[in-house]
């Protein structure tokens, strides 16, 4: 189950209370005050990790409370401290008051911590209250309270590209050839019911990457709530480049004798026209992201719709790209284009994934075929693609 809403109770730990006490000992009538400090409670914390990838685990358990700090005791002996209470979340959580919807915070990257409830401090034993005219004090102070608030979490994907398009456009079947992801994939609408990542390394040794994030589809009207797309558009708010995905294939119902289509006439143009209305319905600022056009299924395309498709982002000075997820057509252009506009909006990664060679993904290129190289020679050779795979027959 996906989840990337949830809102949660928190409560940090009160302070334990000061002591009052005073010295009892042997052949000291008048030993003094000598209670210990109440112990500070435990704060509760959201953390970025990689062991959560939704937010269901705290959808299901809405409240969170610390415990509280223990009381001081004698002999200056000082109460033990309520650890904190460490929440995991994944990057690329936002965080508001639900009361006031104000931004908390916001959690990008791994090991990032965000307190956002304070535990409470703990008071101070009666050996502070002692004085020259008030040598035996029987005050000391109560703990502070801890933190408490309603917090509002929402997930948003951190992907570099974002790829939107009707339903069946393809988009699950890219996602699956550029990198491990394993989404759902089905030739009718509507197969991808939650958001997919998935992540795209190149490089000699994979030492450079960027993500993808892949939305179930959308349809006219989805800004109104329609269909399933609207409700997670959310997810490439964030991304440096959204792919607009256009099915150009032979649909069902097939084509006539001069390659028409039969039935209802398939129109790429108004297909893309569509998506695009419907993201500047949701959120105007999506249309100043940096996108491009891709005409998918190109190993069954109707020539026709493609042609239409080409003039007019040729006409819109639309870039614009034709790619087969099956026999890996067009798929090396269209990597090296979305590297050069990512490249320059995020830092480059370099950690190599020496240890888990099991993560790299499959090659997308046809065989015996380099990535055409996505920066200036470094050195000897240029980075290309060394995976290889064999082309699907």
């Known amino acids: 189950m996906f989840v990337d809403h949830a809102k949660i109770f928190v409560k940090a730990g009160d302070g334990g209370d000061g002591a009052i006490r005073f010295r009892r000992e042997a052949y000291v009538p008048k030993g003094g005050p000598d209670g210990g400090d109440g112990g500070a409670g435990g704060s509760v914390v959201l953390a970025a990790s990689n062991q959560v990838s939704t937010l269901i685990h705290i959808h299901y358990q809405q409240q969170y409370r610390?415990?509280?700090?223990?009381?001081?005791?004698?002999?200056?002996?000082?109460?033990?401290?309520?650890?904190?209470?460490?929440?995991?979340?994944p990057p690329g959580t936002l965080v508001k008051d639900a009361e006031t919807n104000e931004l908390v915070g916001d959690i990008r990257e791994l090991g990032q911590q965000l307190i956002v409830a304070k535990g409470g401090r703990g008071g101070r034993g009666n050996h502070h209250f002692k004085s020259s005219t008030r040598k035996t004090p029987y005050i000391a102070e109560p703990g502070t309270k801890g933190e408490e608030r309603w917090l509002s979490l929402e997930l948003k994907f951190l992907a570099?590209?974002?790829?939107?398009?009707?339903?069946?456009?393809?988009?699950s079947t890219?996602?699956?050839?550029?990198?491990?992801?394993?989404?759902?994939i089905a030739d009718y609408p509507f197969t991808t019911l939650i958001p997919n990542m998935g992540v795209v390394y190149w490089?000699?040794?994979?030492?450079?990457?960027?993500?993808?994030?892949?939305?179930?589809?959308?349809?006219?009207?989805?800004h109104e709530g329609k269909g399933?797309?609207?409700?997670?558009?959310?997810?490439?708010?964030?991304?440096?480049?959204?792919?607009?995905l256009v099915d150009v294939s032979v649909h069902p119902k097939g084509v006539d004798s001069k390659g028409n289509p039969i039935g209802e006439a398939a129109n790429p143009v108004r297909d893309f026209k569509t998506i695009r209305s419907e993201l500047a319905a949701y959120r105007a600022n999506l249309m100043e992201k940096p996108f491009m056009a891709v005409a998918t299924k190109m190993d069954s395309a109707i020539e026709k719709q493609l042609s239409k498709l080409a003039?007019?982002?040729?006409?819109?000075?639309?870039?614009?790209?034709?790619?087969?997820?099956?026999t890996g057509e067009g798929i090396a252009p269209l990597v090296r284009a979305m590297a050069k506009v990512v490249r320059p909006l995020r830092p480059v990664e370099t950690a190599i994934l020496k240890n888990n060679p099991q993560s790299l993904p499959a090659s997308s290129l046809n065989k015996g075929e380099e990535m055409p190289p996505l920066y200036p020679k470094r050195g000897k050779g240029e980075f290309t693609q060394v995976k290889k795979c064999p082309v699907p027959t």
């Not at 570099?160 to 988009?171: M, S």
């Not at 003039?311 to 099956?326: G, L, M, Q, T, W």
């Open 203 to 222: 490089g000699r040794n994979h030492e450079h990457h960027f993500t993808v994030a892949d939305i179930p589809g959308l349809i006219e009207g989805a």
């Open 160 to 171: 570099d590209v974002g790829l939107v398009g009707l339903p069946n456009a393809g988009k």
């Open 228 to 244: 399933l797309g609207i409700q997670f558009l959310r997810h490439i708010e964030r991304t440096s480049l959204l792919l607009h």
């Open 66 to 89: 610390v415990k509280p700090g223990d009381p001081g005791s004698g002999s200056r002996s000082s109460g033990k401290s309520s650890p904190d209470m460490i929440i995991p979340v």
């Open 174 to 184: 890219l996602i699956s050839v550029l990198s491990n992801s394993k989404p759902k």
């Open 311 to 326: 003039r007019y982002c040729d006409k819109e000075k639309i870039p614009f790209f034709e790619i087969s997820a099956v």
